[in-house]
T-cell receptor, first 116, second 114 residues
Framework: AQSVTQLGSHVSVSEGALVLLRCNYS??????LFWYVQYPNQGLQLLLK??????LVKGINGFEAEFKKSETSFHLTKPSAHMSDAAEYFC??????????????FGAGTQVVVTP | DTAVSQTPKYLVTQMGNDKSIKCEQN?????MYWYKQDSKKFLKIMFS???????INETVPNRFSPKSPDKAHLNLHINSLELGDSAVYFC?????????????FGPGTRLLVL
């Protein structure tokens, strides 16, 4: 069975500091991994995704994530936090047993607070 | 241009009522989904349709019934609403149902059952 675990339900960072959000996955097959962001009272927006093309994935708004098979991790980083990065971040794995369908299984989410 | 839209945005209703939520996408996708986000922000898939055919049906009470009149629309009807149904319901769509496809989410429908 495939799943993701996000370490830390709340992260507080200072404006300009590094943002690091941790995600570990469990999968018996090569996973497809996603990071989504949810701003208050809005839907989810894709930040980036890993589909086995490259282990370092660059996304929108200066975010990137590195797929590390040996560590079963897909941590999200941003070198310098901005006040507008305050949001809920979700790591997700696409779950399926065939190539014909898939569903997203989400982690519990990490709330990011950015302080001036 | 709104990619995935949902109506209504807010829904407040009494226990026992029946209500529907509508979803429309103008992305030309052939697969649509319903997710439920609970009060702790946990997201869980409920249903998925591909070309109007139900392909994912999670363990959801049969009071919830999805309907897809065409590829661009997926509605969710809920009978006999209960307090525990209070949540945010998100519609999503993707170009195909395959594992690596990006799902695009609507803004959500906030349902409060009193």
């Amino acid at each position: 069975a495939q799943s993701v675990t996000q370490l830390g339900s709340h992260v507080s960072v200072s404006e300009g500091a590094l943002v690091l959000l941790r995600c570990n996955y469990s999968s018996s097959v090569p996973p497809y991994l996603f990071w989504y962001v949810q701003y208050p009272n809005q839907g989810l927006q894709l930040l980036l995704k890993y589909t086995s093309a490259a282990t370092l994935v660059k996304g929108i708004n200066g975010f990137e994530a590195e797929f590390k098979k040996s560590e079963t991790s897909f941590h999200l980083t941003k070198p310098s936090a901005h006040m507008s990065d305050a949001a809920e971040y979700f790591c997700a794995v696409s779950v399926g047993t065939t190539d014909s369908w898939g569903k997203l299984q989400f982690g519990a989410g990490t709330q990011v607070v950015v302080t001036p | 241009d709104t990619a995935v839209s949902q109506t209504p945005k807010y829904l407040v209703t009494q226990m026992g009522n029946d209500k529907s939520i509508k979803c429309e996408q103008n992305l030309g996708h052939d697969t649509m989904y319903w997710y439920k986000q609970d009060s702790k922000k946990f997201l869980k898939i409920m249903f998925s349709y591909n070309n109007k055919e139900l392909i994912i049906n999670e363990t959801v009470p049969n009071r919830f019934s999805p309907k897809s009149p065409d590829k661009a629309h997926l509605n969710l009807h809920i009978n006999s609403l209960e307090l525990g149904d209070s949540a945010v319901y998100f519609c999503a769509s993707s170009l195909r149902s395959r594992l690596q496809e990006t799902q695009y989410f609507g803004p959500g429908t906030r349902l409060l059952v009193l």
